[in-house]
């Protein structure tokens, strides 16, 4: 090992024993387990020094340290070096960048929780559980979700290449896609059989409880007595959109708990005085919903203001903070998890429906976690074959002894 490498390792394993030394007489009365920890990391460098079998480069071991550590908390925590930070403040400010248009979860390896309507990985035949392998070459193995974002997103008309395992092959194939400036998507709505509305929501961006809200009214004003909403494959938005879409529909109850180590604890509630539909309604939700949305299914479903029928959603509502670092890297730390109105965390944990549809067999699937049924393609109707639909219009139409047959009449919109 260099003379430089190990002078580096030993001042950095002196300081730290030095700081859990102090620490831990200082700090006997409050958690010791921090300082046990840091004792252990000096263990491990001491032995990375004294018997590593080469000369390891010792800044690519701590980023690599430290990378592990973040990602070892939740999907949505991670750590950016100083360059993968600096070209990610550099991407954000860029406002016309390409995308794929695809909402990312990290499972391992990073995976498609979403596509968005019209968007080139829709094109490309993306969908809800394929695997990401690789991006530009590199494997995704541990990658964090702004690191594999920052691989995907790159000017309009250029390209990225992709390592795809589908949901139906073991075996990885290229795919070669064409970035675009992808436009947010708006409500799909149409009228099914029996005075029923259908209102598909593929993101809880900025306006879209207020976009909801007249259309709900215009439901209404149509005659319409039941509403489907139906959020499988929402995977992106505002949290506060949510809430604020819950109480269009809630006139008592809690919407969702937000909790933290740091943040004040919050407890988002139902407002009667904002209610602006009153009938029968339920949610159709899948492993692609996700986020902003969970929120709105759990505040529907655990209030018994209607029921969520489909699978488990993805387990991703959370809040992060950015941290930057004095040497110009940064933590996009979670500090605030989502509490479904009956107490239980969504992160990593989802929303469980109250009226379960299984998933058709999917042949030989990767992950458990992926095993679902397909959704309905984004920025489509749904077909009238399709299970979910068909139950939830079965359960609003139970009373009235209706057929359960969607009639679909064509979409409108705003």
């Not at 992808?182 to 993101?203: E, F, H, M, N, W």
């Not at 009938?279 to 969970?294: D, K, R």
Request: glycine share 8%.
């Amino acid at each position: 090992m260099g003379r430089t490498i190990r002078i580096a390792v030993f001042s950095l394993s002196v300081l730290v024993l030095l700081y859990v030394s102090f620490g831990y007489v200082f700090g006997q009365s409050t958690n010791d387990k921090p300082y046990h920890s840091l004792t252990v990391y000096g263990e491990v460098l001491d032995h990375i020094q004294q018997d590593y079998v080469d000369q390891p480069d010792l800044h690519l071991v701590t980023v690599g340290a430290l990378h592990g550590l973040l990602e070892a908390l939740d999907p949505e925590s991670s750590y950016l070096s100083p360059r993968e930070f600096a070209a990610w403040k550099k991407e954000s400010a860029d406002r016309g960048k390409g995308s794929i248009g695809v909402e990312i979860s990290r499972q391992g390896y990073i995976f498609v929780v979403s596509d968005l309507p019209n968007s080139p990985a829709l094109k490309a035949n993306l969908h809800e559980g394929d695997i990401l392998e690789a991006i530009s070459g590199f494997t995704t193995q541990d990658m964090s979700i702004q690191q594999a974002q920052l691989l995907l997103d790159g000017p309009p008309g250029s390209t990225v290449k992709v390592s795809l395992v589908r949901r139906s092959s073991l075996k990885p194939v290229d795919v070669e896609i064409t970035r675009a400036i992808v436009p947010r998507p708006g409500l799909l709505t149409t009228r099914l059989q029996d005075k029923i509305g259908y209102l598909r929501i593929a993101s809880f961006d900025s306006g879209a409880a207020r976009q909801i809200r007249e259309q709900v009214k215009q439901f209404e004003r149509q005659g319409l007595r039941r509403l489907i909403v139906d959020l499988r494959g929402c995977a992106s938005g505002e949290s506060s959109e949510a809430i604020q879409t819950a109480q269009l529909f809630l006139s008592s109850g809690t919407i969702a708990t937000l909790r933290g180590q740091t943040i004040e604890t919050k407890t988002f509630s139902a407002d009667p005085s904002k209610v602006v539909w009153k009938g029968p309604m339920s949610v159709l939700m899948s492993g692609s919903t996700a986020g902003a949305s969970e929120i709105f299914a759990a505040a529907i479903a655990q209030n018994h203001r209607g029921d969520a029928i489909g699978q488990n959603t993805r387990g991703i509502a959370s809040e992060q903070k950015l941290i930057p670092l004095q040497d110009g890297s940064a933590l996009f730390l979670t500090v605030g998890v989502y509490y479904t109105p009956d107490g239980k965390a969504i992160l990593n944990n989802g929303v469980a429906p109250t009226v379960q549809v299984p998933p058709p067999n999917s042949g030989q699937a990767l992950l458990d976690a992926q095993d679902v049924a397909p959704d309905p393609t984004p920025g489509q109707l749904p077909t009238p074959k399709d299970p979910v639909l068909q139950k939830a219009i079965a359960i609003l139409t139970a009373n009235s002894g209706s057929s359960a047959t969607a009639a679909a009449a064509p979409a409108t919109g705003f």
